[in-house]
T-cell receptor, first 109, second 116 residues
Framework: GQNIDQPTEMTATEGAIVQINCTYQ??????LFWYQQHAGEAPTFLSY??LDGLEEKGRFSSFLSRSKGYSYLLLKELQMKDSASYLC??????????WGAGTKLIIKP | GAVVSQHPSRVICKSGTSVKIECRSL??????MFWYRQFPKKSLMLMAT?????????EQGVEKDKFLINHASLTLSTLTVTSAHPEDSSFYIC????????????FGPGTRLTVT
């Protein structure tokens, strides 16, 4: 079956770095997405990886290892506004997104 | 660019009535639109996928006669919740994908439905 696993909740300190891991099993693979979702709002796109390696975009970076079925989202210089849920989603061979349950990130001062 | 709107943002209705939610892609043509449902503190649950001009494909367990989806144009899809029940209360989110070769989905702001 298809499955996306990510931690339920993480806590980090303002100004620090946090890494949110995601492992995936999909029928075929057409890429891995990360979305940010603040409470009561719709998800917003953060990153898309289809090749192995690290993609850096400002304070956020995303990594993919296709052989390991593994990705992580790295957030640097954490700000209070980064408190949100982070959703990992794998795209299968039918271009359908398989969603993880999300990781709630709590930032403490 | 790539803005998706949803209307209404919040709606309260009585049991037994029907509610229509609109999803519009404002600055691009969306060949495919998706409808999701999200319960508190849970991830997105895909309800159905709709392609312009054809019938929607519903996920297992989603009643197509209860959740009517129409994708009549390349910029508009509607979800109608028929004969609403309190258990239909949820956060409904649509997303749109521009077309072939575009994998990213652009999300609307969501609609909070409360059935009393």
């Amino acid at each position: 079956g298809q499955n996306i696993d990510q931690p339920t909740e993480m806590t980090a300190t303002e100004g620090a770095i946090v890494q949110i891991n995601c492992t995936y099993q999909t029928s075929g693979f057409n890429g891995l997405f990360w979305y940010q979702q603040h409470a009561g709002e719709a998800p917003t796109f953060l990153s898309y990886n289809v090749l192995d390696g690290l993609e850096e975009k400002g304070r956020f970076s995303s990594f993919l290892s296709r052989s390991k079925g593994y990705s992580y989202l790295l957030l640097k210089e954490l700000q209070m506004k980064d408190s949100a849920s982070y959703l990992c989603a794998g795209m299968d061979s039918n271009y359908q997104l398989i969603w993880g349950a999300g990781t709630k990130l709590i930032i403490k001062p | 660019g790539a803005v998706v709107s949803q209307h209404p943002s919040r709606v309260i209705c009585k049991s037994g009535t029907s509610v229509k939610i609109e999803c519009r892609s404002l600055d691009f043509q969306a060949t495919t639109m998706f409808w999701y449902r999200q319960f508190p503190k849970k991830s997105l649950m895909l309800m159905a996928t709709s392609n312009e001009g054809s019938k929607a494909t519903y996920e297992q367990g989603v009643e197509k006669d209860k959740f009517l989806i129409n994708h009549a144009s390349l910029t508009l899809s509607t979800l109608t919740v028929t004969s609403a029940h309190p258990e239909d209360s949820s956060f409904y989110i649509c997303s749109a994908r521009p077309g072939e070769g575009f994998y990213e989905q652009y999300f609307g702001p969501g609609t909070r439905l409360t059935v009393t």
